[in-house]
């Protein structure tokens, strides 16, 4: 009988924790559909600053922003984090063009990210395509353009999964391609619709030699389908295109950091974020402004839904995850240095479209445990728990013991706006955001309150 009691109690208090954590995600979705602030936020950021290049003016006003912003919510901290960057400038707008029987087709290109100039005149050559790296060892390519056409794999759901599978030919393109002696590199943009918008993006040119360096730019996918079918009827034909981009002396920027110091264990830190910097195509709202103001509002909700964190709960805004990672990894240098116990981080950094769920780096028993959460979020129609990547901007805090989660979005319409001029704030849905910023202040409410299970364990170890 005695058994029975303690069974029967303790399935009581398993019911009454379970409601309350209903109970307490009810009030967070709620608080942030109907008070929300992240669109406004996002609204300022898109409209009143625009695109945040590293480096760059807006950049610079942007972490303005978001500090004043973040000083009114009354957090306990609130601070900028200094971290050189690199300053990369574009120039005048690119030209390009091929001629077809006499007549001239002016195409849409930009440069990408790190790549230098053309000359003055620009560059003028025979065009030779290809699917992929490999196909360089396989082509004479010197004194010519090569044109990188492998498009994202169609029928892959995990859209990322179709990015992954052809990046490697925008980021790493020129630098393999300039070791055979071509002039140049057009690339077809990182894009699952046939449309006129070129998607620029980071590139490298690794330890090539500066005198072996050639200019690459990004061309729309319905002008890669129109190269690549003009160049079957003409093998000569010959490619133009000018652009005056330059990459200048680092300079100063900065991480924007805000705390809630935690009531039971302030020396425990978990972290939500999102990247400040965007390209300088569009405004950004995509990538990643939606990232940055829902990690903003994770805070905010919080302290409206009167949950008092147990751990210290910091929201970084990171500068410099499009060309250079330079703000992820100066914060994670800044936490070894002092000697901070990081438990938890979660990044949004896939869009402000409507959350399907997350994707977890760590351990099978903190994932055991937060599949027995997955219940609760089922209700709002997020069902996706699956392990895998977080983010890049909280990858190099990655240790044995820390618990990495990214917020998974519906990733469909994702690539249609990544890295584009048409990546603005009238593409993000304002319901959508806010169902974002709830779904990452649950996980982070229920993180906080049953804690990471490995760090648990060692501390009841050592008491």
């Given at each position: 009988m005695k058994y029975l009691?303690?069974?029967?109690?303790?399935?009581?208090?398993?019911?009454?924790?379970?409601?309350?954590?209903?109970?307490?995600?009810?009030?967070?979705?709620?608080q942030s559909l109907t008070n929300?602030?992240?669109?406004?936020?996002?609204?300022?950021?898109?409209?009143?600053?625009?695109?945040r290049l590293s480096g760059s003016e807006n950049a610079q006003k942007a972490v303005n922003y978001t500090k004043a912003e973040l000083e009114k919510l009354g957090l306990d901290k609130v601070w900028l984090?200094?971290?050189?960057?690199?300053?990369?400038?574009?120039?005048?707008?690119?030209?390009a063009y091929f001629e077809v029987a006499g007549k001239i087709n002016k195409v849409n290109i930009c440069a990408l990210g790190g790549s230098i100039a053309t000359s003055k005149l620009g560059l003028?050559?025979?065009?030779?395509?290809?699917?992929?790296?490999?196909?360089?060892?396989?082509?004479?390519?010197?004194?010519?353009?090569?044109?990188?056409?492998?498009?994202?794999?169609?029928?892959?759901?995990?859209?990322?999964?179709?990015?992954?599978?052809?990046?490697?030919?925008r980021?790493?393109?020129?630098?393999?391609?300039?070791?055979?002696?071509?002039?140049?590199?057009i690339v077809r943009s990182m894009n699952l619709r046939e449309d006129d918008f070129p998607h620029t993006g980071s590139m490298s040119y690794g330890d090539l030699p500066v005198e072996k360096r050639i200019p690459s730019a990004a061309i729309s996918t319905k002008d890669a389908n129109k190269l690549s079918a003009a160049l079957k009827s003409d093998k000569n034909l010959k490619f133009f295109f000018k652009q005056s981009c330059q990459q200048l002396e680092d300079v100063e920027s900065y991480n924007v950091v805000g705390e809630i110091t935690g009531s039971e264990f302030p020396n425990e830190y978990m972290i939500v974020g999102g990247h400040l910097d965007s390209w300088d195509l569009g405004d950004g709202s995509h990538d990643d402004g939606a990232g940055v103001v829902q990690s903003m509002d994770v805070l905010r909700l919080l302290k409206e839904s009167n949950i008092k964190p147990k751990r210290s709960i910091r929201v970084v805004l990171f500068m410099n995850e499009e060309n250079g990672l330079r703000g992820g990894k100066k914060y994670a240098e800044e936490a070894k240095r002092n000697n901070e116990n990081h438990v938890f981080a979660l990044?949004?950094?896939?869009?402000?479209?409507?959350?399907?769920?997350?994707?977890?780096?760590c351990d099978q028993e903190n994932f055991n445990q937060i599949l027995g959460w997955q219940h609760l979020f089922k209700p709002y129609l997020i069902h996706y728990f699956e392990k895998g990547g977080s983010g890049a901007d909280i990858g190099p805090l990655k240790n044995e013991s820390i618990v990495l989660a990214g917020l998974r979005p519906d990733s469909q319409r994702y690539f249609d706006y990544h890295?584009?001029?048409?990546?603005?704030f009238d593409a993000v849905n304002?319901?959508?955001?806010?169902?974002?910023?709830?779904?990452?202040t649950s996980l982070i409410y229920l993180m906080d309150k049953y804690g990471v299970k490995k760090l648990e364990g060692e501390k009841e170890f050592k008491n």
């Open positions: 009691s303690i069974l029967f109690a303790l399935l009581i208090t398993l019911s009454v924790s379970a409601q309350t954590d209903q109970d307490q995600l009810k009030t967070i979705y709620s929300g602030k992240s669109y406004e936020w996002l609204d300022y950021l898109s409209n009143n600053i625009g695109g984090q200094p971290v050189m960057v690199p300053k990369w400038v574009r120039g005048e707008k690119e030209q003028n050559a025979e065009v030779i395509e290809v699917q992929g790296l490999e196909e360089l060892k396989e082509k004479d390519v010197k004194g010519k353009i090569v044109f990188f056409n492998r498009p994202m794999q169609a029928d892959l759901i995990q859209t990322f999964n179709a990015y992954g599978g052809c990046v490697d030919q980021y790493a393109g020129a630098m393999e391609a300039g070791k055979f002696g071509a002039l140049g590199v990044e949004s950094d896939s869009g402000g479209f409507t959350p399907r769920g997350f994707s977890f780096d890295h584009a001029e048409n990546d603005t304002k319901r959508e955001l806010e169902l974002g910023a709830a779904t990452m």
